[in-house]
């Protein structure tokens, strides 16, 4: 049940425009090699020949280049860390003439030469700005300085278009805060509001990166990819950026201040009263963009537990985010109490600066399948009549914690008989999981089907939903196994309290030892009539705290109080 590789799907749509352009055969560029299986998909005459590398990698190109006329990169991020003027350059002198990419328009040519032209154009233009940028050891002091400059009041550069709300995030990949972003916009433009756009860092590369990208396609909300490249008026504005600002980004680290002047220069091209910005860094990028642009209105939303807890998180996050929260524009929220006050803590503000802002959920795509279905899904699975069935929708990374979820399946495989355990998800340690599982003897009790685009059949099949994370804000999949009437147990993380009755429509689990976790998810196993009321409850538990128009009234609310 795992996604097909992307890549490959691409490669093949590429092809089919190759084809009816004239461009066959093709060399396919990638950052990291392509599996073989793209045979499968493409006659073999078609591929002249596959390159893989990044940044300033020198290249294996085939041996007679010149035999095609295009190179056809499957990303349309062309730019920085993947393709470049460096790899360009040696494909031309190779004597490739033309380059294809995937485009939000589409598959486009261009020429070689144009572009080399172009990004050297581009080159010189931001070695100018580097020459702005701070180059020196950021202490904590330049730091504060240059970012309390940014807040300096000055006139707006440009004029708001009405009802224009941009949202920023660092993808669309399948995670709790993407599927939030896209249930605000859809819910926006139910509610009749149709100048939305949302801006990602990500959507093309890494694979998943546009999980829930169609959903916003069929609602006809534009998602693109922040651009680095630039028309002669935004080069301009740039230049004006860098004559007002100037002094302030000497201040400021360059990992910091290339992202806000791109994502100010975004910001003037679409011109929104209302910047939105979910998670911490896109939070701060977005947030200084949009003040030193002049947007009238500023949400930025946390969406888990304070910084703090993750160890990669940059040295200058939490000076920056101080120092954002006291602009009068700027309203900062979290979707839970606990995170509001985590965050609050971490930045020595007062209690309920941070306002909260629950995730909305939309009952509507949660509808609970037939009987018969539910039970061709557990066939295709190959669960047995009469297993009962506990799982996990989860991301296999630290935050999750998945070998708490094994350590405790384990015993509960060893205590039930007639019970199969389904794990639905990926991530960096699916692998190490997947050994541990096979090794154990429990491969045909114990399922890892990977990601489903679609998890309510998933959610259904199960009899008790569990998770283990150590980290977590409002934890998206409990409403929504709730809302199909499942029974949740859960470690007492983050906004997870939050998120259901305990003792009424699931149980909070105040350790992280799996035979405490394994205990309250058998006493549901083996208690059907307190495991019927539960799952007849839990539904309208969703409903009337965490129901999408409750929400999205929320977040107009917040627009509002952002404005006043």
């Known amino acids: 049940m795992a996604n097909e590789d992307p890549l490959i799907q691409r490669t093949a749509d590429c092809i089919s425009w190759c084809r009816q352009n004239g461009l066959l055969p093709v060399i396919i560029h990638s950052p990291e090699a392509l599996s073989s299986k793209i045979f499968d ?31 056809a ?50 080159k010189i233009l931001w070695m100018t700005v580097g020459r702005v940028f701070g180059r020196i050891p950021c202490t904590s002091l330049r730091l504060g300085k240059g970012c309390l400059a940014l807040c300096a009041p000055h006139a707006p550069l440009y004029q708001p278009e009405q009802d224009g709300i941009l949202m920023f995030n660092a993808s669309l990949g399948e995670g709790g805060a993407e599927r939030q972003l896209v249930n605000t916009l859809a819910g926006l433009r139910d ?18 990166s546009a999980f829930y990208l169609h959903q916003l396609e069929e609602k006809g909300i534009p998602a693109t990819e922040i651009d680095r490249t630039y028309s002669r008026e935004e080069k301009q504005a740039l230049q004006s950026l860098l004559g007002i600002f100037g002094d302030a980004f000497r201040n400021i680290p360059e990992e910091l201040a290339e992202p806000i ?13 209302v910047v939105h910005a979910w998670q911490d860094m896109t939070s701060v990028f977005a947030g200084f963009a949009a003040i030193i642009a002049g947007t009238p209105r500023i949400l ?49 503000l007062p209690e309920g600066r941070i306002g909260v802002l629950s995730n909305g959920f939309d009952g509507a795509l949660f509808r609970k399948p037939s009987p018969d279905s539910i039970r061709a899904f557990k066939d295709s699975l190959g669960i047995p009549e009469g297993h009962a069935v506990i799982g996990t929708v989860a991301r296999m990374s630290e935050e999750k914690d998945p070998f708490l979820f094994w350590e405790t399946a384990k015993q509960l495989l060893a205590h039930h ?33 990977g990601n489903m685009k679609d998890p309510v059949p998933a959610f259904s099949a199960m009899d008790v939903f569990l998770l283990t994370s150590r980290i977590e804000g409002t934890p998206n999949v409990i409403l ?33 030892k799996a035979e405490d976790l394994a205990r309250k998810t058998s006493f549901i196993l083996e208690h059907p009539e307190w495991a019927g009321i539960a799952s007849h409850t839990a539904p309208d538990f969703i409903k009337n705290r965490f129901g999408l128009d409750a929400m999205l009234r929320k977040t107009l609310d917040f627009y509002k109080m952002a404005a006043s």
């Not at 929504?480 to 429509?505: R, W």
């Open 261 to 273: 002047v791109t994502y100010a220069l975004e910001i003037i091209r679409r011109k929104p009263q």
């Open 73 to 122: 990169i499957i990303s349309p991020r062309t730019h920085g860390k993947f393709f470049n003027f460096h790899m360009a350059r040696q494909y031309r002198k190779a004597g490739v003439s033309c380059l294809v990419r995937e485009t939000s328009h589409g598959w486009e040519k261009t020429r070689l030469s144009h572009f080399l032209i172009r990004r050297f154009l581009e």
């Open 417 to 449: 008989e007639n019970l199969t355990v389904l794990h639905v998800g990926s991530g960096p340690l699916y692998a190490s999981l997947r050994k541990k599982v096979e090794e154990s003897g429990h491969s045909s009790r114990y399922l890892m089907p």
């Open 191 to 208: 509610l009749g509001h149709q100048n939305l756009h949302v801006l990602c860092e990500h959507l093309r590369f890494p694979p998943g």
């Open 41 to 71: 998909s493409v006659p073999s005459d078609a591929i002249a020949g596959m390159v893989s590398g990044m940044g300033k990698t020198s290249l294996s190109l085939p041996s007679s280049p010149a035999k095609t006329r295009a190179v």
């Open 480 to 512: 929504e196994a709730q809302a199909l009437g499942i029974p949740v147990v859960s470690t007492n993380v983050g906004g997870a309290a939050e998120t259901f009755a305990d003792g009424k429509t699931g149980f909070l689990v105040h350790t992280r």
């Open 300 to 348: 930025l939303c946390g969406r888990s537990l304070a910084p703090y807890n993750y160890p990669t998180s940059p040295r200058w996050l939490r000076a920056c985010y101080r120092i954002l929260a006291q602009h009068p524009a700027v309203i900062m929220a979290n979707n839970s109490r606990a995170g509001a006050k985590d965050y609050e803590k971490w930045l020595g």
